[in-house]
Structure formats: C-alpha cells, structure tokens
C-alpha cells in the first residue's frame, strides 16, 4: 500500500508560480511512475506530467513549458513546479503513483488562479 500526501496548493494571481510536494509512505519501487493530474468544476481528471524513476518525463501540452515535474526517489517525493500560472489552470490537483495495475492517489490540494 501506498499513502499519498499533497501539499503547496492555495490562491496565485495569473503569471505566478507554485510549487506543489507529494510525499508517499509505504515503500516506492523504481518501475513505479509517479504523476499529477488535476481536475477543474464539471470536467473530468486529466493527467498533468509523469515521471519514471529514471527521470523520463511526459507533460500535457497545455503544461508544457511552464511546469515542471522532478522526483526525489531517497524522499519518496514527487513535486510539480508551476510557473506563468492561467486562469484555466484553476483545479485540484492529485498526486498518483501507479504500480503494475494499481493507481494510488492522494486527496488532492487546490490551485486557484485569480486576480
């Protein structure tokens, strides 16, 4: 089993930055890849960024070139660095380790950009 934690969320005006930390309990395994989602009022979950053990990472294209996923495997932590923050960006955001067929998640932690 694993247990997920989200911090870092809160309130930003658009162009600002956040960063936000998952810390994990229970044991992380180097085939885990661990990831962000988020998910905005009457949408569903999307996947935000991934990243392997071995730091290969993938971000949706609306993300690109403003965040940035890293890893701190000795930590169990994974954290997603946001920058030039929009509006749209608006969203829980769940940390999620998936292991072979098993997804883990956390409870999520708000991001609101507003002005």
């Known amino acids: 089993q694993v247990q997920l934690v989200e911090s870092g969320g809160g309130l930003v005006q658009p162009g600002g930055s956040l960063r936000l930390s998952c810390a994990a309990s229970?044991?992380?395994?180097?085939?885990?890849?661990m990831a962000w989602y988020r998910q905005a009022p009457g949408k569903q979950r999307e996947l935000v960024a991934t990243?392997?053990?071995?730091?290969?990472?993938n971000y949706a294209d609306s993300v690109k070139g403003r965040f940035t996923i890293s890893r701190d495997n000795a930590k169990n932590t994974v954290y997603l660095q946001m920058n030039s923050l929009l509006p749209e960006d608006t969203a829980v955001y769940y940390c999620?380790?998936?292991?072979?067929?098993?997804?883990?998640w956390g409870q999520g932690t708000q991001v609101t950009v507003s002005s």
């Open positions: 999620n380790v998936l292991r072979g067929p098993d997804n883990y």
């Open positions: 229970g044991s992380i395994y180097s085939r885990d890849v």
């Open positions: 990243i392997t053990s071995i730091g290969f990472r």
